[in-house]
C-alpha cells in the first residue's frame, strides 16, 4: 500500500520559513509528479507546486511563485516545499500527492495523498 507521510509543519512569524517535507513508502515517485496542495479553514483545497520526479521540472501557483520552491531528493525518495516570506494567507493544511499529469491542478488528477501538516502563520 502506498503512503505518502508529510512533515514540517508548525507555526511561524509572518516572514518567516518552513520547510515541509514528503516521503514516501516505496519507490511510487518514480514516473510520477509531485504536488503540494493546501487548504485553509472554510476554503477549497488549493494548488501550491508540482515537481515532476524523472526530470526536475516544476510548476508553481501565481501566488508562492518566488517565495515557495520544490525540490526532490532522490536519494531519500522525498520531495520538499521551501516557504519563504511567510504571510498570514499561507496558512493552511498542507498536503502532498502523487499523480501523472504535469501541470494538473485539481485534486482529483492525483492518485495518492497524504494526511497533511498544519502550517500556521502568524502576524
Known amino acids: 500500500q502506498v503512503q505518502l507521510v508529510e512533515s514540517g509543519g508548525g507555526l511561524v512569524q509572518a516572514g518567516g520559513s518552513l520547510r515541509l517535507s514528503c516521503a514516501a513508502s516505496?519507490?511510487?515517485?518514480?514516473?510520477?509528479?509531485v504536488a503540494w496542495f493546501r487548504q485553509a479553514p472554510g476554503k477549497e483545497r488549493e494548488f501550491v507546486a508540482q515537481?515532476?520526479?524523472?526530470?526536475?521540472?516544476?510548476y508553481y501557483a501565481d501566488s508562492v511563485k518566488g517565495r515557495f520552491t520544490i525540490s526532490r531528493d532522490n536519494a531519500k525518495n522525498t520531495v520538499d516545499l521551501q516557504m519563504s516570506n511567510l504571510n498570514a494567507d499561507d496558512t493552511a493544511v498542507y498536503s502532498c500527492?502523487?499523480?501523472?499529469?504535469?501541470?494538473?491542478?485539481?485534486?482529483?488528477?492525483?492518485?495518492?495523498w497524504g494526511q497533511g501538516t498544519q502550517v500556521t502563520v502568524s502576524s
Open positions: 500527492a502523487t499523480g501523472r499529469s504535469y501541470g494538473a491542478k485539481i485534486p482529483s488528477d492525483y492518485l495518492y
Open positions: 516505496g519507490r511510487i515517485f518514480s514516473g510520477y509528479v
Open positions: 515537481i515532476n520526479w524523472a526530470t526536475g521540472t516544476t
